[in-house]
Nanobody
């Protein structure tokens, strides 16, 4: 099993930045693919970004391209989401998740383990 813990959320003004962290424990030797998702109030959880196990490939939803950057440090079992130029629409609970699929997916059901989430609130 893999346990995931997100941190780094908070309250920030529009245009500001935050860096989220996702620390994995447990069966971390496999260096699984990792995705970031978010869920705003009264909305479905949606894909934000993903990174392959050795960081060769990254993927972003269109609304965050050019503003968010996903990266990872496998020695520290940590994946980061650097969020710049934040907008009020980015307000949500952000979750990280891991998958053992061969290709890195965007669909929620293809992820096996999830963290508890961290709240990001962007004030306008």
């Amino acid at each position: 099993q893999v346990q995931l813990a997100e941190s780094g959320g908070g309250l920030v003004q529009a245009g500001g930045s935050l860096r989220l962290s996702c620390i994995a424990s447990g069966r971390t030797s496999d260096h699984l693919h990792v995705g970031w998702f978010r869920q705003a109030p009264a909305k479905e959880r949606e894909f934000v970004a993903s990174i392959s196990n050795l960081a060769y490939n990254t993927d972003y939803t269109d609304s965050v391209k050019g503003r968010f950057t996903i990266s990872r440090d496998n020695a520290e079992n940590t994946v980061y989401l650097q969020m710049n130029s934040l907008k009020s629409d980015d307000t949500a609970i952000y979750y990280c998740a891991t998958t053992s699929r061969r290709l890195v997916p965007r669909r929620l059901y293809e992820y096996d383990y999830w963290g508890q989430g961290t709240q990001v609130t962007v004030s306008s």
